[in-house]
């Protein structure tokens, strides 16, 4: 158990709609990190935050955004879903910058 | 950009044996930090190894090993007397401040 919670663990929805993957960090961690991982594919980086405010940016679409809250919790929001982005949303955190990220056990979304 | 990349999308191992992975990455910085990230069929990510740029001595962790060559950027990781339950997707990581990148991944088979 790497101490990263992500709720809910399976989705299942349509086309068009809209989503919301939480995640909680480890205790003490202030950086959170959204992965997609689609069907026997790497990691793709989405979005960091750090201490509730965004840090990086990766390949995100518009039609994703994503927030850190004061207590350190973050929302991943996706919407508009297409078929394509049926994938695992990994959350990450880590206590700050060059400290490995632990992962949580995924939200496998499905988008029917 | 820093590129990493894993050459043997699969490689099989026959227990009790050793097996090396290979990654590759491509980066003009001198401090960073590479993983070995490990995905068994739970699909969770799991910390296997990490290494310090600044650190020459490779890491080792109980049957996990890694060979670090700066100078080549070279990062591969040795599983001495492999077990049934090493088989997985291990992925090489490259961290730099706040940019992360993961190979495309390896699928290891341990054959009994």
Redesign the interface.
Same mark, same amino acid.
């Given at each position: 158990d790497s101490g990263v919670t992500q709720t809910p663990k399976h989705l299942i929805t349509a086309t068009g709609q809209r989503v919301t993957l939480r995640c909680s960090p480890r205790s003490g961690d202030l950086s959170v990190y959204w992965y997609q991982q689609s069907l026997d594919q790497g990691l793709q980086f989405l979005i960091q935050y750090y201490n509730g405010e965004e840090r990086a940016k990766g390949n995100i679409l518009e039609r994703f955004s994503a927030q850190q809250f004061p207590d350190l919790h973050s929302e991943l929001n996706l919407s508009s879903l297409e078929l394509g982005d049926s994938a695992l949303y990994f959350c990450a955190s880590s206590r700050g910058v060059g400290y490995e990220q632990y992962f949580g056990p995924g939200t496998r979304l499905t988008v029917t | 950009a820093q590129t990493v990349t894993q050459s043997q999308p699969e490689m099989s191992v026959q227990e009790a044996e050793t097996v090396t992975l290979s990654c590759t990455y491509d980066t003009s910085e001198s401090d960073y930090?590479l $993983?070995w990230?490990k995905q068994p069929p739970s699909?969770?990510?799991?910390?296997v190894i990490?290494q310090e740029a600044y650190k020459q001595q490779n890491a080792t962790e109980n049957r996990f090993s890694v060979n670090f060559q700066k100078a080549a950027k070279s990062f591969s990781l040795k599983i001495s007397d492999s077990q049934l339950g090493d088989a997985a997707m291990y $992925?090489c990581a490259y961290?730099r401040?706040?940019?992360?990148? $993961?190979?495309?991944?390896t699928r290891l088979t341990v054959k009994p």
């Open positions: - | 930090y $993983f990230y699909r969770q990510m799991i910390l990490r $992925f961290r401040a706040d940019d992360m990148r $993961f190979g495309a991944g």
